[in-house]
């Protein structure tokens, strides 16, 4: 029988609670919302959501807590067909709760309470070696501690393993040498590169030095995600650029985590990275046109391109 190459992820799983308003509130201003939802979100279980549902083979690691959230939450991704073997539990600290704020144009403000996602160690990461040294792709994100990133990159890539980061949320302070030497690809939004490049991205012809910038730092692939604007990578001494599909947005939440995990689909299968952007591209544009991030993610066959 013929396997899927397979794609773990590692990061952060949390339970979202997401107000839509007509607009998001300024400091000391009380507004009165719309629609409450709660739903699955996390970026790394998004991430790992996004992979399964689009047909990837995906083994997702990450630390919940003692509670309802954290059982509800590893039960949802076991339904989706998703490796769950390696996810602790946390008996001092609650799950990961995100609080969310919605506009009327789909932007959002998100608020983490990390809980046990902050506890994921290294320990954790080894205890599923075995699956580690299986794996074609490795994909992380930031919401979980950057020494436990950094451990996982460097094993995945002694292993021959693609690593690819997603540095979302922007990090507050320099990411190691080490990590950005043992990362393939990165995935950044404008915000994230403009952190890691020190220059401001305000055009086609910044956005190419952001990216430049990035790669002397001793990475090879570089995807910038532009929301509406499209995608702008560099890969193999080339500028890829990929429009975005026209969509009208409802909600932007895991837009990028979307993108990522459909990314990694494609090159799971073979895809060239020009072909992997525009599926992702294609993935994530459905994510948006509807509420949630997990809930809101598309199955292959909305997918057509
Ligand atoms: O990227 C969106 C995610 O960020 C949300 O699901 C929220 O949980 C935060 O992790």
Redesign the pocket.
């Known amino acids: 029988m013929d396997t899927k190459k397979r794609i773990i992820v590692i990061g ?1 799983s ?1 339970t ?1 609670m997401v107000i839509k308003a007509d607009y998001l509130p300024k400091p000391g201003e009380t507004i009165l919302g719309g629609s409450f939802i709660m739903n699955h ?3 790394g279980a ?1 991430q790992a959501v996004a992979a399964a549902r689009l047909g990837g083979d995906v083994t997702f690691i990450c630390k919940v807590g003692n509670d309802l959230f954290g059982s509800d939450a590893v039960e949802m991704l076991h339904k989706e067909a998703i490796e769950t073997a390696y996810i602790s539990v946390a008996d001092q600290q609650p799950s990961g709760v ?1 609080l ?1 704020n919605v506009d009327s144009n789909g932007e959002n403000t ?1 608020v ?1 309470a990390s809980g046990a996602n902050s506890s994921l160690s290294m320990e954790d990461i080894g205890k599923a070696e075995a699956a580690m040294e299986q794996a074609y792709i490795l994909m992380m994100q930031l ?1 979980i501690p950057v020494e436990t990133v950094t451990y996982a990159a460097k094993a995945a890539k002694r292993n021959g393993t693609i690593v690819v980061l997603n540095p ?1 949320p922007a990090p507050v302070e320099k990411l190691p040498e080490e990590l950005l030497k043992s990362v393939d690809i990165l995935i950044p939004n404008v915000t994230e590169a403009e952190i890691l490049s020190g220059i401001t991205i305000d055009s086609d012809e910044s956005a190419r030095k952001a990216i430049h910038a990035i790669t002397a730092q001793g990475i090879p692939t570089v995807i910038l995600t532009m929301g509406a604007k499209g995608v702008l990578a560099f890969h193999e001494g080339n500028y890829i650029r990929v429009p975005a599909f026209k969509v009208e947005a409802t909600d932007t ?2 837009a ?2 979307t993108f990522c995990g459909a990314l990694c689909v494609a090159l799971s299968e073979g895809q060239n990275l020009e072909d992997g952007i525009r599926f992702a591209c294609k993935a994530s544009s459905v994510s948006v046109t509807r509420m949630g ?1 997990q809930q809101s993610m598309p199955v292959r066959e909305e997918i057509r391109l």
């Open positions: 952060s949390n979202d979100g996390g970026k998004n995100a969310i998100i983490v919401e979302a939440t895991a990028g985590d991030a």
